[in-house]
């Protein structure tokens, strides 16, 4: 919790080429309330949202390699958004929020939702976790390639403005957006909690979930379309952010040697917030007046943890 609150801190006043002390903050009123705060927001609604997405996930595939990327629910999103910025522009530069940007907000989830109904229908018929998760990847590619040939057929301007959005960035939302972002993640966060029996539940498998009294079809359908939601609006206000979702699962099973899901959530909460938070300051530390993108530091953290933990536990 204190790495937490030095984090949030630093990332106010000092997460950015000009640093704000705390007696000019009067003065700086403008960056700290406009750019500054809603970026270190953002951080940490997306770093929570990533992390709890994965938490379930991986506990219900009892797989530590099932995240949104792996079952195809980021690139579903990412899919549709791209329908709307490449082949849909007319709506994006609309007036009004929700005939703008609030487009790629409903595209997002919406992709989000209808790649993990795919997999909830394909679910019913596999048995097999790691088929099912084959699948998800399956589903990924496809989506991509799709995405690809939209790419490839696309206005240059149209491209270069959902390339650049498909490298992440935290400093894209505004305080309007957060208007959104923020209640819609907390609530689908609060109804996260109210499953945490069932997520312990189906760490020891269905046969167990069900003789506990747990419904477990309805648990699992439940908990993979909050499980969505949190990653498409996420990627709706954030971008395709890489690893997140994966890795700080890991880490916090890392930390924390025990079974309690609530704990696990918890710990993904504050730790998905801290990856954030330092993942955007050391894209303010590299070069001087430039801002790599937040996707491109998140895998340089993420992807090592994950091949160090493979190597660590070789019975996975």
């Known amino acids: 919790m204190l790495l937490f609150l030095l984090c949030t801190v630093l990332s106010l006043f000092y997460g950015g080429s000009e640093t704000i002390r705390f007696s000019d903050l009067n003065s700086s009123n403008f960056i700290f309330s406009q750019i500054r705060f809603p970026k270190t927001i953002t951080a ?15 506990v219900m595939f009892r797989n530590p390699l099932a995240g949104p990327y792996v079952l195809g629910i980021s690139s579903g999103a ?8 490449l082949a849909g522009s007319t709506l994006i530069n609309a007036p009004g929020y929700f005939l703008g940007k609030g487009v790629i907000v409903l595209a997002a989830i919406t992709g989000s939702v209808l790649v993990t109904i795919l997999i909830l229908i394909v679910s019913k018929k596999v048995s097999s ?22 790419e490839y057929f696309s206005d240059p301007n149209n491209l270069k403005s959902f390339v650049i959005w498909g490298m992440g960035s935290l400093a894209n939302t505004t305080s309007g957006d957060l208007k959104l972002f923020l209640p819609l993640s907390v609530l689908a966060l609060l109804a996260l909690t109210f499953f945490i029996k069932p997520l312990n539940a189906m760490l020891l498998g269905e046969n167990y979930a069900q003789n ?13 379309l909050i499980s969505s939601v949190l990653t498409g609006l996420t990627t709706a206000f954030c ?3 890489a690893f997140v979702g994966i890795a700080v699962p890991i880490l916090s099973r890392m930390l924390f040697n025990t079974s309690r899901q609530q704990i696990h959530l918890i710990s ?14 050391l894209c303010h530390s590299g070069f001087e007046n430039v801002s790599l993108p937040i996707n491109m530091v ?8 994950v091949i160090y933990l493979m190597f660590k536990n070789k019975s996975w």
Request: charged share 5%; hydrophobic share 60%.
């Open 129 to 150: 976790n790691v088929v099912l998760l084959l699948i998800g990847i399956m589903f990924s590619q496809i989506c991509g390639a799709i995405q690809a040939a939209l």
């Open 268 to 281: 993904c909460l504050l730790i998905g917030s801290i990856v954030l938070l330092i993942s955007d300051a």
């Open 239 to 241: 971008g395709p952010l």
């Open 78 to 85: 990412s899919l549709s958004v791209a329908l709307c910025l």
């Open 44 to 58: 940490i609604i997306a770093g929570a949202t990533l992390a709890a997405s994965g938490l379930v996930l991986q």
């Open 298 to 305: 998140t895998t340089f953290i993420g992807a090592p943890l």
């Open 212 to 224: 506990v009294g747990v419904n477990y079809k309805g648990a699992r359908f439940w908990l993979i």
